[in-house]
């Protein structure tokens, strides 16, 4: 059956910590991987990786996928207030007609 | 604000009573998707349209009943519902499920609540 394992599901932290979150996923055809944070709306589209050791970078963020390891990991350093949200990591499969299979999410709370 | 625009953003109703939701996008993407999230738990999918066709239903009651009029819009009518239906309901779309492997685009969502 496929899974995606997050953890920690939660975190506390205080601004200009960097954190690592994770995610382990077991997916039949693996087609991509997604990362999502969520605040009170909708999911925002942060990542998607399809291939191993390809670091993706946005501003303090990055994230990076294992393939052989059936893992990923969402790092965000200089953490700030705004950071604060639930951090979603998704899976898809080839032939699962675009089914993501979500994992419970990480809350990040960044303190000031 | 995202590029996926979901109608109304809340949404009170009866058990009686029948209503849709509403969503729309202008991105000429071929894939619409409907999710259930209920409060501290990820999006469950629901349905999955791919050209206008409805392509997944994850044994989801009848009482939500899916339409895609056209590429851009994608509804959800309501009949019936149960207090256990109210959860926020988010709309999702992305480029096409077989030839292009693409992110899914999720808007703001319609939070629903059954009386």
């Known amino acids: 059956e496929d899974k995606v394992v997050q953890s920690p599901l939660s975190l506390v932290v205080h601004e200009g910590d960097t954190v690592t979150l994770n995610c382990s996923y077991e997916?039949?055809?693996?087609?991509?991987l997604l990362w999502y944070k969520q605040e009170k709306k909708a999911p925002t589209f942060l990542f998607m990786l399809t291939s191993s050791g390809i670091e993706k970078k946005s501003g303090r963020l990055s994230s990076i996928l294992d393939k052989k390891e059936l893992f990923s990991i969402l790092n965000i350093t200089a953490t700030q207030t705004g950071d604060s949200a639930i951090y979603l990591c998704a899976v898809s499969g080839w032939g699962s007609q675009g089914n993501l299979i979500f994992g419970k999410g990480t809350k990040l709370s960044v303190k000031p | 604000d995202t590029e996926v625009t979901q109608t109304p953003k809340h949404l009170v109703m009866g058990m009686t009573n029948k209503k849709s939701l509403k969503c729309e996008q202008h991105?000429?993407?071929?894939?619409m998707y409907w999710y259930k999230q209920k409060a501290k738990k990820p999006p469950e999918l629901m349905f999955v349209y791919s050209y206008e066709k409805l392509s997944i239903n994850e044994s989801v009651p009848s009482r939500f009943s899916p339409e895609c009029p056209n590429s851009s819009l994608l509804n959800l009518h309501l009949h019936a519902l149960q207090p256990e239906d109210s959860a926020l309901y988010l709309c999702?779309?992305?480029?096409?499920?077989?030839?292009?492997?693409?992110?899914?685009?999720f808007g703001d969502g319609t939070r629903l609540s059954i009386l």
């Open positions: 997916v039949t055809n693996f087609r991509s």
């Open positions: 999702a779309s992305s480029q096409d499920l077989i030839r292009s492997n693409q992110p899914q685009h």
């Open positions: 991105m000429g993407h071929r894939a």
